[in-house]
């Protein structure tokens, strides 16, 4: 049964398929941290559409939007704002900061170091910014969107463990098919510019009350007590999983709930199965694990260690 949660999320994803060509996988994530009122981090080499993507979700949802690019030089106030004095009254006064919005666009954050990327830490975990003591809340919705280059890439710094589990969803863009890429270069000659979104007819599907509502409406999805179980079990497993060093922590299992809810949502049911909780669990869970160095050069990876859990894991039936 279609709900306006599950009308508002096709819409959205209607929308971005006119812009984006191929990464269906990376759309269901996005849709799958908006709905499930968390935060996104998409990540893959330059030129497959992080930041497209981004800003066409910006369009759609009609809702106030900054991107704040991410340098060795960006300091933690340039992201939240500070207090400066005036001397006109003779008092100091807040300037915000560009976090103080509904969707903010952190453009290549693992290009900043660590220092400055802990001051989205608090706004990302509760809607909030402390400056000079004083705290500021954010107004709802608030959608951090992340977008990095694989670490492997020069410039780059590790995002550290608190903050990757900041992130409900991980997607990662990639190359599109040749079918698709083929559509791509048409669509280009017949005069689409990925530079501007207004000129190729993206507007706003949703609203940002639209949004809160959807949140709510997933929040309040049916989960039965033996899905409960399986997520659960899969985070417990997680941790004594071989070539792992560090599990999926409890607010993960909390993050793999919610998202299982916003897969069910987008799909149009009122209740979670098993299969949401596979389809996002590799969004969900291998940001959150770090395998064992000795792991990692026998060619190990996060990635396969969550497909080795949902294959030992039973699922209820």
């Known amino acids: 049964m279609e709900t306006e949660a599950t009308a508002v999320a096709q819409r959205l994803r209607a929308g971005l398929a006119r812009v984006v060509a191929g990464n269906e996988a990376s759309t269901f994530g996005v849709l799958v941290a908006l709905l499930a009122g968390g935060h996104l981090l998409?990540?893959?080499?330059?030129?497959?559409?992080?930041t497209l993507i981004?800003?066409?979700?910006?369009?759609?949802?009609?809702?106030?939007?900054?991107?704040?690019?991410?340098?060795?030089?960006?300091?933690?106030?340039?992201i939240t704002g500070t207090t400066i004095f005036d001397p006109?009254?003779?008092t100091f006064a807040l300037r915000r900061g560009p976090i103080f919005?509904?969707?903010?666009?952190?453009?290549?954050?693992?290009?900043?170091?660590?220092k400055t990327q802990s001051a989205l830490l608090e706004a990302m975990e509760e809607r909030q910014v402390t400056i000079d003591g004083e705290?500021?809340?954010?107004?709802?919705?608030?959608?951090?969107?992340?977008t990095q280059n694989p670490i492997e890439f020069e410039g780059t710094y590790p995002l550290p463990e608190a903050q990757l589990d900041r992130f409900i969803v991980r997607a990662r863009t990639g190359y599109p098919a040749e079918a698709q890429e083929r559509a791509l270069l048409a669509r280009t000659v017949a005069g689409f510019d990925a530079h501007d979104l207004a000129a190729a007819g993206v507007e706003a599907v949703a609203t940002a009350h639209e949004i809160v509502a959807a949140q709510i409406a997933v929040r309040a999805t049916h989960v039965e007590p033996a899905v409960q179980g399986y997520i659960l079990a899969l985070a417990i497993a997680s941790r004594s999983a071989r070539d792992v060093a560090l599990g999926v922590s409890p607010r993960g299992a909390l993050a793999l709930l919610?998202?299982?809810?916003?897969?069910?949502?987008?799909?149009?049911?009122?209740?979670?199965?098993?299969?949401?909780?596979k389809a996002v669990a590799?969004?969900?869970?291998?940001?959150?694990?770090?395998?064992?160095?000795e792991a990692e050069l026998d060619g190990g990876s996060a990635d396969a260690v969550v497909a080795r859990l949902l294959a030992s894991v039973p699922a209820p039936t």
């Open 101 to 114: 919005t509904n969707l903010v666009l952190a453009d290549e954050i693992n290009r900043t170091p660590p």
């Open 54 to 78: 981004v800003r066409a979700l910006a369009r759609l949802l009609g809702v106030g939007f900054r991107r704040i690019q991410f340098t060795p030089d960006l300091m933690p106030a340039d």
């Open 88 to 90: 006109g009254s003779g």
């Open 282 to 293: 590799p969004l969900v869970l291998a940001h959150r694990i770090i395998v064992r160095p």
């Open 42 to 50: 998409l990540e893959g080499v330059p030129g497959t559409a992080k």
């Open 135 to 146: 705290s500021h809340p954010i107004a709802a919705p608030f959608f951090v969107c992340a």
């Open 258 to 277: 919610a998202a299982a809810q916003a897969a069910a949502t987008i799909d149009g049911r009122a209740f979670v199965t098993p299969d949401d909780v």
